[in-house]
Protein backbone atom coordinates (compact mmCIF):
# COMPACT_ATOMS: atom_id res chain seq x y z
CA UNK A 1 0.00 0.00 0.00
CA UNK A 2 3.18 2.43 0.43
CA UNK A 3 4.58 2.08 -2.35
CA UNK A 4 2.17 2.10 -4.68
CA UNK A 5 0.98 5.67 -2.93
CA UNK A 6 4.77 7.22 -3.41
CA UNK A 7 4.74 5.83 -6.60
CA UNK A 8 1.52 7.90 -7.96
CA UNK A 9 2.63 11.33 -8.89
CA UNK A 10 1.63 14.73 -7.25
CA UNK A 11 2.95 17.33 -8.66
CA UNK A 12 -0.60 19.18 -9.38
CA UNK A 13 -1.92 18.91 -5.56
CA UNK A 14 0.22 20.36 -2.74
CA UNK A 15 -1.57 18.87 0.05
CA UNK A 16 -1.31 15.41 -1.83
CA UNK A 17 2.96 16.06 -1.72
CA UNK A 18 2.44 16.35 1.69
CA UNK A 19 0.61 13.60 2.73
CA UNK A 20 3.29 11.80 0.66
CA UNK A 21 6.17 13.48 2.07
CA UNK A 22 4.66 11.80 5.55
CA UNK A 23 5.49 8.57 4.20
CA UNK A 24 8.83 9.11 4.59
CA UNK A 25 11.49 8.49 7.68
CA UNK A 26 13.99 10.71 6.71
CA UNK A 27 15.98 9.64 3.62
CA UNK A 28 14.01 6.33 3.71
CA UNK A 29 10.61 5.25 2.38
CA UNK A 30 8.60 3.74 4.54
CA UNK A 31 7.93 1.13 2.06
CA UNK A 32 11.42 0.49 2.17
CA UNK A 33 11.27 0.58 6.04
CA UNK A 34 8.04 -2.12 6.16
CA UNK A 35 10.40 -3.86 3.38
CA UNK A 36 13.31 -4.34 5.89
CA UNK A 37 11.30 -5.05 8.84
CA UNK A 38 9.38 -7.93 7.05
CA UNK A 39 13.19 -9.82 5.88
CA UNK A 40 14.13 -9.36 9.48
CA UNK A 41 11.39 -10.79 10.88
CA UNK A 42 11.13 -13.74 7.72
CA UNK A 43 15.12 -14.56 9.14
CA UNK A 44 13.54 -14.34 12.59
CA UNK A 45 11.24 -16.99 11.86
CA UNK A 46 14.21 -19.49 10.02
CA UNK A 47 14.89 -20.57 13.55
CA UNK A 48 11.61 -22.72 13.55
CA UNK A 49 13.30 -24.84 10.45
CA UNK A 50 13.97 -28.29 11.40
CA UNK A 51 17.07 -28.24 9.29
CA UNK A 52 18.51 -24.93 10.77
CA UNK A 53 16.93 -25.31 14.24
CA UNK A 54 20.29 -26.52 15.92
CA UNK A 55 22.80 -23.76 13.79
CA UNK A 56 20.76 -21.17 14.78
CA UNK A 57 20.81 -22.50 18.63
CA UNK A 58 24.67 -22.27 18.11
CA UNK A 59 24.79 -18.94 16.31
CA UNK A 60 21.79 -17.40 18.79
CA UNK A 61 20.16 -16.45 16.15
CA UNK A 62 16.85 -15.32 17.77
CA UNK A 63 18.74 -13.36 20.12
CA UNK A 64 20.28 -11.41 17.03
CA UNK A 65 16.80 -11.55 15.66
CA UNK A 66 14.88 -10.15 18.15
CA UNK A 67 17.83 -7.00 18.36
CA UNK A 68 17.11 -6.10 14.48
CA UNK A 69 13.52 -5.78 15.09
CA UNK A 70 14.40 -3.84 18.17
CA UNK A 71 16.79 -1.41 16.31
CA UNK A 72 14.25 -1.14 13.61
CA UNK A 73 11.44 -0.21 16.19
CA UNK A 74 13.57 2.27 17.88
CA UNK A 75 14.57 3.87 14.15
CA UNK A 76 11.16 3.58 12.52
CA UNK A 77 8.68 2.93 14.79
CA UNK A 78 7.59 6.79 16.29
CA UNK A 79 7.13 7.06 12.28
CA UNK A 80 4.18 4.28 11.91
CA UNK A 81 1.47 6.47 13.57
CA UNK A 82 2.16 9.10 10.82
CA UNK A 83 2.28 6.71 7.81
CA UNK A 84 -1.05 5.43 9.38
CA UNK A 85 -2.71 9.27 9.48
CA UNK A 86 -1.41 9.77 6.16
CA UNK A 87 -2.85 7.14 4.51
CA UNK A 88 -5.94 7.31 6.62
CA UNK A 89 -6.32 11.42 4.79
CA UNK A 90 -5.09 9.93 1.04
CA UNK A 91 -7.43 7.14 1.58
CA UNK A 92 -10.64 9.44 2.76
CA UNK A 93 -9.75 12.07 0.11
CA UNK A 94 -9.34 9.21 -2.68
CA UNK A 95 -12.94 8.03 -1.43
CA UNK A 96 -14.51 11.67 -2.06
CA UNK A 97 -12.35 11.67 -5.53
CA UNK A 98 -14.28 8.48 -6.59
CA UNK A 99 -17.71 10.08 -5.07
CA UNK A 100 -17.27 13.11 -7.20
CA UNK A 101 -16.20 10.91 -10.56
CA UNK A 102 -19.06 8.65 -10.45
CA UNK A 103 -21.69 11.51 -9.87
CA UNK A 104 -20.42 14.15 -12.59
CA UNK A 105 -24.21 15.78 -12.16
CA UNK A 106 -23.87 16.80 -8.66
CA UNK A 107 -22.78 20.02 -7.80
CA UNK A 108 -20.96 21.71 -4.91
CA UNK A 109 -22.33 23.15 -2.49
CA UNK A 110 -21.59 27.01 -1.53
CA UNK A 111 -19.85 27.68 1.73
CA UNK A 112 -20.66 31.20 3.27
CA UNK A 113 -19.19 32.46 6.64
CA UNK A 114 -22.64 34.11 7.76
CA UNK A 115 -24.97 31.90 9.92
CA UNK A 116 -25.73 29.29 10.83
CA UNK A 117 -27.90 28.13 8.13
CA UNK A 118 -28.62 25.29 5.77
CA UNK A 119 -30.88 25.66 2.44
CA UNK A 120 -30.53 22.52 0.09
CA UNK A 121 -33.09 22.69 -2.73
CA UNK A 122 -34.21 19.47 -4.64
CA UNK A 123 -32.07 17.37 -1.93
CA UNK A 124 -31.90 13.89 -2.20
CA UNK A 125 -30.31 10.74 -0.62
CA UNK A 126 -27.32 10.09 -2.70
CA UNK A 127 -28.18 6.05 -1.98
CA UNK A 128 -31.33 6.15 -3.48
CA UNK A 129 -31.37 6.37 -7.10
CA UNK A 130 -35.34 6.82 -7.63
CA UNK A 131 -36.60 9.05 -4.57
CA UNK A 132 -38.63 12.05 -4.18
CA UNK A 133 -36.60 15.21 -3.56
CA UNK A 134 -37.12 17.76 -0.84
CA UNK A 135 -36.07 21.37 -0.27
CA UNK A 136 -34.71 22.95 3.13
CA UNK A 137 -34.16 25.90 4.40
CA UNK A 138 -33.03 26.50 8.25
CA UNK A 139 -31.28 29.51 9.47
CA UNK A 140 -33.48 33.34 9.92
CA UNK A 141 -36.11 33.46 10.88
CA UNK A 142 -36.92 29.72 10.60
CA UNK A 143 -34.71 28.10 13.45
CA UNK A 144 -36.69 24.53 14.16
CA UNK A 145 -38.39 22.46 11.34
CA UNK A 146 -40.45 19.48 13.07
CA UNK A 147 -41.04 16.77 11.02
CA UNK A 148 -44.73 14.28 11.73
CA UNK A 149 -46.19 11.86 9.65
CA UNK A 150 -47.45 8.46 9.87
CA UNK A 151 -45.05 4.71 9.60
CA UNK A 152 -42.86 4.66 6.88
CA UNK A 153 -43.70 8.25 5.57
CA UNK A 154 -40.02 9.10 5.53
CA UNK A 155 -39.22 11.42 7.71
CA UNK A 156 -36.07 9.64 9.57
CA UNK A 157 -35.00 9.20 5.38
CA UNK A 158 -35.67 13.12 5.44
CA UNK A 159 -33.33 13.85 8.21
CA UNK A 160 -30.55 11.76 6.91
CA UNK A 161 -30.43 13.07 4.17
CA UNK A 162 -29.96 16.52 5.38
CA UNK A 163 -27.42 15.36 7.33
CA UNK A 164 -25.44 13.32 5.10
CA UNK A 165 -25.85 16.36 2.32
CA UNK A 166 -24.34 18.51 5.41
CA UNK A 167 -21.37 15.93 5.86
CA UNK A 168 -20.30 15.58 1.80
CA UNK A 169 -20.90 18.97 1.79
CA UNK A 170 -18.13 20.04 4.87
CA UNK A 171 -16.25 17.35 3.41
CA UNK A 172 -15.72 18.95 -0.09
CA UNK A 173 -18.08 17.00 -2.01
CA UNK A 174 -20.61 17.52 -4.20
CA UNK A 175 -24.16 17.22 -2.79
CA UNK A 176 -26.94 15.11 -4.14
CA UNK A 177 -29.44 18.07 -4.90
CA UNK A 178 -30.01 20.97 -7.07
CA UNK A 179 -28.43 23.24 -5.39
CA UNK A 180 -26.68 23.99 -1.27
CA UNK A 181 -25.95 26.90 0.83
CA UNK A 182 -24.67 25.99 4.34
CA UNK A 183 -22.22 27.91 6.81
CA UNK A 184 -19.98 25.71 8.70
CA UNK A 185 -21.92 23.83 10.77
CA UNK A 186 -21.97 20.36 13.69
CA UNK A 187 -24.66 18.25 13.27
CA UNK A 188 -26.14 16.73 16.19
CA UNK A 189 -28.67 13.78 15.96
CA UNK A 190 -31.29 11.43 18.14
CA UNK A 191 -31.24 9.12 15.38
CA UNK A 192 -31.63 5.02 16.96
CA UNK A 193 -32.02 6.17 20.64
CA UNK A 194 -32.96 3.20 22.90
CA UNK A 195 -34.95 2.70 26.23
CA UNK A 196 -31.79 1.11 29.19
CA UNK A 197 -33.64 -1.06 32.02
CA UNK A 198 -30.76 -1.32 33.20
CA UNK A 199 -29.93 2.65 33.77
CA UNK A 200 -33.50 3.74 34.15
CA UNK A 201 -33.89 5.33 31.53
CA UNK A 202 -37.13 4.73 28.59
CA UNK A 203 -37.16 5.72 24.85
CA UNK A 204 -38.89 9.12 25.53
CA UNK A 205 -36.35 9.96 28.41
CA UNK A 206 -33.43 9.02 26.14
CA UNK A 207 -34.34 11.56 23.67
CA UNK A 208 -35.50 14.40 25.28
CA UNK A 209 -31.91 13.94 26.81
CA UNK A 210 -30.18 13.89 23.52
CA UNK A 211 -32.14 17.00 22.32
CA UNK A 212 -30.49 18.45 25.50
CA UNK A 213 -27.23 17.83 24.63
CA UNK A 214 -27.95 18.43 20.90
CA UNK A 215 -29.19 22.60 22.41
CA UNK A 216 -26.52 22.95 24.80
CA UNK A 217 -22.93 21.29 22.24
CA UNK A 218 -19.86 22.82 22.94
CA UNK A 219 -19.74 24.74 19.68
CA UNK A 220 -19.82 28.50 19.03
CA UNK A 221 -23.21 29.63 18.25
CA UNK A 222 -22.43 30.68 14.60
CA UNK A 223 -21.30 27.22 13.99
CA UNK A 224 -24.16 25.13 16.40
CA UNK A 225 -26.61 23.33 14.05
CA UNK A 226 -28.82 20.39 15.33
CA UNK A 227 -30.62 17.88 13.13
CA UNK A 228 -33.09 16.13 15.53
CA UNK A 229 -35.55 13.02 14.91
CA UNK A 230 -37.56 12.26 17.66
CA UNK A 231 -38.86 8.74 17.22
CA UNK A 232 -41.10 8.51 19.66
CA UNK A 233 -42.95 12.33 18.69
CA UNK A 234 -43.74 9.99 15.35
CA UNK A 235 -44.58 6.42 16.94
CA UNK A 236 -48.44 5.73 16.86
CA UNK A 237 -49.01 6.21 20.53
CA UNK A 238 -48.20 9.47 21.09
CA UNK A 239 -50.32 11.48 23.17
CA UNK A 240 -51.11 14.83 23.34
CA UNK A 241 -49.15 15.36 26.52
CA UNK A 242 -46.35 13.95 25.28
CA UNK A 243 -46.53 16.57 22.04
CA UNK A 244 -47.06 19.45 24.64
CA UNK A 245 -43.80 18.49 26.59
CA UNK A 246 -41.56 18.12 23.22
CA UNK A 247 -42.77 21.42 22.09
CA UNK A 248 -41.74 22.90 25.50
CA UNK A 249 -38.11 21.24 25.63
CA UNK A 250 -37.69 22.74 21.73
CA UNK A 251 -38.66 26.18 22.20
Not at 137 to 163: I, Q, W
Request: net charge positive; hydrophobic share 40%; charged share 20%.
Amino acid sequence: MLGRVEREPTAGSRRLAELTAELRAGEVAGSAAIARLARAVDWLEARKSGLFAPIAFLLMWELHGALTVERWRQTHGPAIARWLAALGQLEALASLATYAYERPEDPMPKVVSDGPRVAGEALRHPLLRACVANSVALGEPLRVMMVSGSNMSGKSTLLRTLGINVVLALAGAPVSAKSMTLSPLQIGATLRIEDSLQNARSRFYSELRRLYNCATWPAPPRRRCCSCSTRSSTAPTRTTARSARKRSCAR
